[in-house]
């Protein structure tokens, strides 16, 4: 049954954990990286992997590198498996299967 | 909960999949470019030691494809154990061939020195453009680019030719990795 995950859904959330899941496990993308990669602004991208960040699907780091502050966000383990359920639902809508019963 | 049909499942997936093509691209431009500047960094000492001591040239050139191979295989080798992605130990020895056949051809050619200054550079190019083909055009038109400035410098640039190849060459690849990084 096609269950689709409502948080990853939106389009600008499924790119940040498109680009993340990409990624070997453990190793994030720098904000202006991921800004860079799925073309939003900003602030939409803050909101976004703040969303993101509130289901533990992602986790972020701020640190200084030199005296420039950089932002790492990384998914997690939960993050992956949540993005790949909704992959396969994704699949099997394509496929013909009907979507889930809310 | 979200309720899409098939076209808009269809369209959702095309996006990941871009956002992954751009992601494998940028780490490849990611590990490339600091190659690319290390070569261009060597190049660029190579010309300008082959016009000032033209009788050292020939040692100087071994020793720079040595280096840059040594070279290629610490970047590698770095960007390996940074970001934990596994970089093909099967690159430097593909290197290793391609200057073992360009030898071959410069050695069957009986290549005087400005035919090799002409030839390694449109040899590396080449392979270099036409790996662009797959994974990036920047390799194409840094490749390119090179190539077409290495023949104007053999046709219009007379005794110069060793600085315009520092500048073309060694310049241009420093150049063309840059580019590759700046964002």
Redesign the interface.
Known sequence: MA??D?II?Q?LR??IM??L????E??G?EF??LK???GATDGNLGAHIETLARAAYVTVDKAFVGKKPQTTVTATASGRGAFARH?AS??E??A?VP??E? | MSNIDAKQAAEALSDIEAIVRRVRQSRIYDLTSLILMQWGALVLAGYIVSYLWPRAAGWVWIAVNVVGVAGTFAVGTLVRRRSAVGFDARIPLALLLFLAFGYLNCYLGHFGPRELGVFWPIYFMTVYSIAGLWVGRAFVIIGVAIIALTLIGDVFVGDWFELWMAAVNGGGLILGGLWMRRD
Do not use: M, S, W, Y
């Open positions: 269950e689709l409502d859904h389009p499924l790119k498109a680009a899941n990409a990624l070997p453990g190793q993308l202006v990286r860079k990669l799925t992959v994704l699949r809508i394509i013909g979507p889930a809310t």
